[in-house]
């Protein structure tokens, strides 16, 4: 038999939405519901195997080829760009890229060159260079919001989902930069090489519809 075709999925927020998927796709995730600290899990009744991983480590994985295929958010893929196929939107992981600051700030007035922190520092100079507008840009790995509550940046550019982090941080949304969902991602050889395959489950996720 051939090689299972590897798929990659994204750990975290999009991890039971995906799982729940490849179920409604008939696979057999018992390992992946149970597996424990273990990163490679086969699925029993397909020549499919699962590697969990950070989103930047999907698209890694995929380009470099060692998992033919990846579930991981277009957030990431903004972000990162690469030498990959986006085959499909997956319906799920609905949220936005945002740019919010403090509650009733306007963050667009003085003329000092303003600070933004993000995890996505290019989709955020993406954003303000299509404005004309010089903006200084720190990244930061996590819980973004901290950094304007901390005098660190006047504005964030990060994904907001229920908008219950922002909320309860005492900040808004200043304006809505791009609508994300996860998406299904294949390496461009894979592509070529497992073509039916992947036809074949593009064709079922199709069939059972997004969430
Ligand atoms: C994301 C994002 C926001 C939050 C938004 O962070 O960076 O902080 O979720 O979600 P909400 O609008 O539903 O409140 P994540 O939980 O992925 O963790 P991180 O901040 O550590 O990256």
Same mark, same amino acid.
């Given at each position: 038999?051939? @090689?299972?075709?590897?798929?990659?999925?994204?750990?975290?927020?999009? /991890?039971?939405d995906?799982?729940?998927l490849?179920e409604?796709?008939?696979? #057999?995730?018992?390992?992946?519901?149970?597996k424990?600290?273990?990163?490679i899990?086969?699925? *029993?009744d397909? !020549?499919?195997?699962?590697?969990?991983? =950070?989103a !930047?480590d999907?698209?890694?994985?995929?380009e470099?080829?060692?998992c #033919?295929?990846?579930? &991981?958010?277009? #957030?990431?893929?903004?972000?990162?760009?690469? !030498?990959?196929f986006?085959?499909?939107?997956?319906?799920?992981?609905?949220?936005?890229?945002a740019l919010?600051? @403090? =509650?009733?700030?306007?963050?667009? *007035?003085?003329?000092?060159?303003?600070?933004?922190?993000? @995890?996505?520092? !290019? &989709?955020?100079?993406h954003?303000?260079?299509?404005?004309?507008m010089? &903006?200084?840009?720190v990244k930061?790995?996590?819980? &973004?919001e901290l950094?304007?509550?901390?005098?660190?940046?006047?504005?964030?550019?990060?994904?907001?989902?229920?908008?219950v982090?922002?909320? /309860?941080?005492?900040?808004?949304?200043? /304006?809505?930069v791009?609508?994300?969902?996860?998406?299904?991602?294949?390496? %461009?050889? *894979?592509?070529?090489?497992?073509? %039916?395959?992947?036809?074949?489950?593009i064709?079922?996720?199709? /069939?059972?519809? *997004?969430?």
């Open positions: 038999m051939e @090689k299972p075709l590897r798929i990659a999925l994204t750990k975290g927020r999009l /991890e039971k995906t799982v729940e490849l409604r796709l008939g696979f #057999d995730c018992t390992a992946v519901w149970e424990g600290r273990r990163l899990l086969p699925v *029993s397909a !020549n499919l195997e699962v590697v969990l991983a =950070k !930047n999907v698209i890694t994985y995929v470099h080829g060692v #033919d295929l990846g579930i &991981v958010g277009k #957030d990431t893929i903004i972000e990162m760009q690469g !030498n990959f986006e085959l499909c939107d997956l319906g799920f992981g609905k949220c936005q890229f919010a600051a @403090k =509650k009733g700030v306007d963050f667009y *007035s003085g003329f000092g060159v303003k600070c933004i922190a993000t @995890k996505y520092p !290019n &989709v955020a100079r954003f303000f260079a299509n404005k004309g010089d &903006v200084d840009i930061i790995e996590g819980s &973004v950094a304007p509550l901390l005098g660190l940046a006047d504005g964030i550019v990060d994904i907001v989902e229920t908008g982090t922002l909320r /309860e941080n005492g900040l808004e949304v200043v /304006e809505y791009t609508p994300i969902s996860a998406r299904l991602i294949a390496n %461009t050889v *894979s592509l070529k090489m497992r073509q %039916t395959e992947i036809e074949t489950l064709q079922k996720i199709e /069939e059972v519809g *997004s969430k």
